[in-house]
């Protein structure tokens, strides 16, 4: 116990270093209040997907359509669908273990064994500004990973000079699902304060699959309010307070053997601002935050099970984060974040028993395991030249483990090693290197990067966790190594008012890499089951990936859009590794003409052959889907009245792709139609 005392006293220390620093923020807040300079800053490398654009319009053709479903259609990124709700998204063909999602830079952590909660699902489209989507190891700012980082951004009001008040009412409804949706914001904002809140309600019944086939267990009904407050002390310090409130009950997940009745997350948090008078410093900003999530996954609703199941899970996240952004020499834009945060992990089984005499089962999925955190990160933007750019992100953190002494009693009947104790220390750390040139029309760019994660929860502590798909028990293995990563990158980029063109490749291979491997001693436990894998250190993997894209403007109101993308992974036995994509494509017509926007596109996948049978994956075919959107704003003085309408899956084509989980069909053809009115 005395060794996670040791990191334990680290982050006190750094919340109690941290906390000083807020409130000398604030001290400053009356001895300086000339206003900040204008400073230039170059935009980082990373991709940013634009949810809403500076006049608040989505730029997206389904304008209530959820967060999953944007993501779903951004470059680099793959959605896993379990079900019609809380998809699970990949970047670079990794998934939520080897990436690191965020939302407003602060840690969550699901609360699901399964992963049937990614962050992603507790925010809504209503609440959202933006998501940062980096990839590989500059994605590092806010912790280790490997993939890439997706931080969601969540909407901030600005001040003004006059008092405003404006609001929004939101309605939506789509046939595939009886999909029903209404929401609203408020804003009111002054020289000084700023006041927002948000509530957005979806109710969904099972929906239809291509050729009209009713998928059973795929409804939900969720709520998501959110709300924050600004206050401007003066012009160099600003104090921010936002939390945000999810409940989905009902949730249905057609490619798994479990429902969930409740999944339910609170989020908040406390932010100062600071913008000193300084040459250099730009910006401090300077965040302290909580969250709670709840997860209830069980099978009451399921006509034919085995044996009746419970699998609660919780996890609550304390943490804190102070990032300064800075300009120097005019080349070199520099931002630097010290991140650290407590998390506790625990998720329980239990198992009703059909026989009145005997007992029930019982046993922690995730054995109470509490992880503390402490890690700083650098980005410099070097600006070499009008034409030539570097960007170089490093970072370095620890992360430290305790399992209960529950956690240990389970985990020794697979482990069988005196070597397994219940504290676990890790150093973890990132590197990346990445250039860019311009030469009039053409953008070149190349990269290398290193990156160095710790195992997640389920693959250190997990107690037999029934992964559906391959039909194993996982356990976990806290004698794990960490995974690596080294990465390389490059692009060539064409680009003319008309027309522009991209293509993109990465190279990853990952050293200890961490997978389940079928352990024979020991049987199933799930009923059906094919055995028991346990989490271990393979030497390597591989995976690559290849993108182009393009966009064509052919007059004014006409523009024509498209992309192919490849992927290929290999373990060391040269068995293709899970959720590899397939050969992808996707085209799109837009015509603009005044407040009318309206869009015809075709997306796609080829058959799948080379699948990772080892892994538990089976042939997928090939398809196509057409869809059409339309968008049209009515305006009345003040007023706007945003219609967007729209026939997804036209032909009603029934089909599944790669990363459907157990292939599940997709939705068929749907019409929907959502009304925004902004006062």
């Known amino acids: 116990m005395n060794l996670f005392i040791i990191p334990l006293k680290m982050l006190n220390y750094f919340l109690y270093t941290t906390g000083v620093f807020f409130a000398l923020q604030i001290a400053i807040a009356g001895q300086n209040t000339s206003e900040p300079k204008d400073t230039l800053q170059n935009n980082s490398l990373n991709e940013v997907v634009i949810i809403h654009s500076k006049n608040k319009k989505l730029t997206a053709p389904k304008?209530?359509?959820?967060?999953?479903?944007?993501?779903?259609?951004?470059?680099?990124?793959?959605?896993?669908?379990?079900?019609?709700?809380?998809?699970?998204?990949?970047?670079?063909?990794?998934?939520?273990?080897?990436?690191?999602?965020?939302?407003?830079?602060m840690q969550i952590f699901h609360a699901c064994t399964d992963k049937m909660d990614p962050i992603t699902s507790y925010v809504e489209i209503n609440n959202l500004e933006s998501a940062d989507v980096t990839s590989g190891s500059q994605g590092s700012l806010f912790g280790a990973t490997l993939g890439g980082s997706i931080n969601l951004k969540t909407k901030k009001l600005l001040f003004t000079e006059k008092d405003s008040f404006k609001g929004k009412i939101r309605t939506g409804y789509e046939t595939v699902s009886?999909?029903?949706?209404?929401?609203g914001d408020l804003n009111f904002t002054s020289n000084k304060l700023s006041i927002n809140g948000s509530i957005l309600h979806r109710d969904a019944d099972n929906y239809r699959a291509g050729g009209h086939s009713e998928i059973k267990n795929s409804q939900f009904s969720k709520l998501n309010a959110s709300g924050n407050i600004g206050f401007k002390f003066n012009p160099r310090n600003t104090l921010e307070a936002a939390a945000i409130y999810d409940k989905a009950t009902d949730v249905g997940y057609p490619a798994l053997p479990m429902d969930v009745s409740l999944a339910e997350a609170l989020i908040t948090s406390l932010t100062h601002i600071y913008t000193p008078d300084n040459p250099w410093i730009t910006k401090w900003e300077t965040k302290l935050y909580y969250n709670a999530i709840t997860h209830r996954m069980d099978d009451e609703n399921r006509a034919e099970v085995f044996i009746r199941m419970d699998m609660p899970g919780w996890t609550n996240t304390y943490g804190v984060y102070s990032a300064v952004s800075a300009t120097i020499a005019e080349k070199h834009?520099?931002?630097?974040?010290?991140?650290?945060?407590?998390?506790?992990?625990?998720?329980?089984?239990?198992?009703?028993?059909?026989?009145?005499?005997?007992?029930?089962?019982?046993?922690?999925t995730w054995p109470d395991v509490k992880t503390a955190y402490g890690g700083i990160t650098f980005k410099d933007h070097w600006q070499i030249s009008d034409n030539q750019s570097l960007l170089i992100t490093a970072g370095i953190g620890t992360n430290k483990n305790h399992v209960s002494r529950e956690g240990i009693n389970q985990l020794?009947?697979?482990?069988?090693?005196?070597?397994?104790?219940?504290?676990?220390?890790?150093?973890?750390?990132?590197?990346?290197?990445?250039?860019?040139k311009t030469d009039n029309t053409w953008l070149y760019g190349a990269g290398i990067g290193y990156g160095n994660r710790a195992p997640s929860v389920s693959e250190g502590y997990g107690y037999y966790l029934f992964n559906s798909g391959d039909q194993y028990d996982y356990i976990g293995?806290?004698?794990?190594?960490?995974?690596?990563?080294?990465?390389?990158?490059?692009?060539?980029?064409?680009?003319?008012?008309?027309?522009?063109?991209?293509?993109?490749?990465?190279?990853?291979?990952?050293?200890?890499?961490?997978?389940g491997v079928i352990t024979p001693p020991f049987n199933a436990m799930t009923h059906g089951g094919k055995g028991v894998k346990i989490y271990n250190n393979i030497s390597y993997a591989v995976q690559a990936s290849a993108d182009w894209n393009f966009t064509y403007k052919i007059t004014h109101q006409w523009m024509l859009t498209g992309g192919l993308s490849c992927s290929y992974g290999?373990?060391?036995?040269?068995?293709?590794?899970?959720?590899?994509?397939?050969?992808?494509?996707?085209?799109?017509?837009?015509?603009?003409?005044?407040?009318?926007k309206t869009q015809l596109s075709l997306r796609g996948n080829t058959v799948k052959n080379d699948v990772a049978k080892v892994y538990g994956e089976t042939r997928t075919p090939a398809f196509a889907v057409l869809d059409w959107s339309a968008n049209y704003d009515s305006y009345a003085v003040n007023n706007v009245l945003n219609t967007s309408i729209g026939i997804e899956n036209i032909l009603d084509t029934a089909y599944t792709t790669y990363s459907d989980w157990n292939h599940i069909p997709n939705p068929g053809r749907n019409f929907y139609i959502h009304l925004t009115y902004s006062f």
Request: aromatic share 14%; hydrophobic share 40%; proline share 3%.
């Open 63 to 105: 304008s209530l359509g959820s967060v999953d479903e944007y993501l779903a259609n951004k470059e680099g990124i793959v959605i896993i669908r379990r079900g019609a709700y809380a998809w699970e998204p990949m970047i670079n063909n990794m998934a939520i273990e080897r990436t690191r999602q965020t939302i407003d830079g």
């Open 178 to 183: 009886k999909h029903k949706i209404i929401g």
């Open 333 to 364: 834009h520099i931002h630097a974040v010290a991140n650290a945060f407590y998390n506790k992990s625990l998720a329980e089984m239990t198992m009703f028993s059909n026989q009145p005499q005997r007992s029930d089962m019982f046993a922690y």
């Open 412 to 436: 020794s009947i697979f482990l069988n090693d005196d070597t397994f104790k219940a504290n676990k220390t890790r150093l973890t750390g990132n590197l990346a290197v990445n250039f860019e």
């Open 477 to 515: 293995n806290p004698n794990l190594n960490n995974e690596s990563t080294y990465e390389g990158n490059v692009f060539v980029k064409y680009l003319t008012p008309a027309f522009s063109s991209k293509l993109s490749g990465s190279f990853f291979y990952l050293s200890n890499y961490i997978i």
């Open 570 to 596: 290999k373990d060391k036995d040269d068995n293709t590794l899970p959720f590899i994509a397939p050969f992808v494509y996707k085209a799109a017509i837009n015509f603009n003409w005044k407040n009318l």
